[in-house]
């Protein structure tokens, strides 16, 4: 069998394929099947699917194993919990909170597709920390009942070794953003440059001026340069809505 290297067109043929039957009973000898985890060999990836109404997993790809540590039938919601970095636990509250109110608006609007992508790190079957791409496409469907899916894509991304990976965010319709990543991609919602996040990081933490200049070795002065650039390019009036608004976008 020979796959065609990043070819996404094959996660929506699985989507496809197997809606009917609410991704129930999916054969792992399927042929769609095994050309999916083919690809998602070479491209490093794994995906799961799950009903975001009902909170079910319904089906997980194999490379679970190598990107998580656990067997496909052995993933829940709970399971990337246990993975994450320490230092991304309220990222990962906050994407909690924002896949919930995505899929009930969806279904409340009885229609819809959205897309909500962001890197993130979880600890791998080498017990090593990953950056990943996380890719959520969220879609309503009738069939076989009336409810929300989503289609969640894990891509690992450590060969970007210059793209700071944490920054990126996407979350709207565009579908296009549902690519492999390149640096586009990954600088998708970057503000910032690597020491204007740096000091967002400190104000995070609650430091002030004088705090993060002699954290970093420079002087006040630059660092409320640096301050008025971050709102001035964030368009947030004041850091405490700058905080609130990077931490619900899951970049803090």
Known sequence: MKTNYQNYGLFFRFINTFLPAGFQGINRQDPLLLELEEMTEN???????????????????????????????????????????????????????RIFKTGHEIYNAGKGEVLLSC?????????????????????????PHKTVYMFELHTEV?????????????????????????????NTG???SDREY???QFLAKGLNTKQISEKLFISPYTVNTHRSNILQKSGKANVQELISWLTELGML
Do not use: W
């Open 43 to 97: 491209n490093r990836q794994f995906f799961f699917i799950a009903d975001v109404i009902s909170l079910r997993i319904l089906f997980t790809s194999n490379r679970s194993v190598q990107m998580m540590g656990i067997e496909p039938e052995k993933v829940t919601p709970e399971s990337f919990f246990e993975v994450r970095h320490p230092d991304e636990i309220n990222k990962h509250t906050v994407l909690r909170g």
């Open 119 to 143: 890197c993130t790190r979880i600890r791998n079957n080498e017990n090593k920390f990953v950056p990943l791409l996380s890719q959520i496409y969220f879609f309503y469907s009738e069939i």
């Open 158 to 186: 450590d060969r970007f070794n210059k793209i700071q990976c944490g920054r990126h965010h996407y979350y709207g319709t565009d579908i296009s953003y549902f690519r492999y990543p390149d640096e586009n991609l990954l």
């Open 190 to 192: 970057n503000l910032f």
């Open 198 to 200: 740096e000091i967002i």
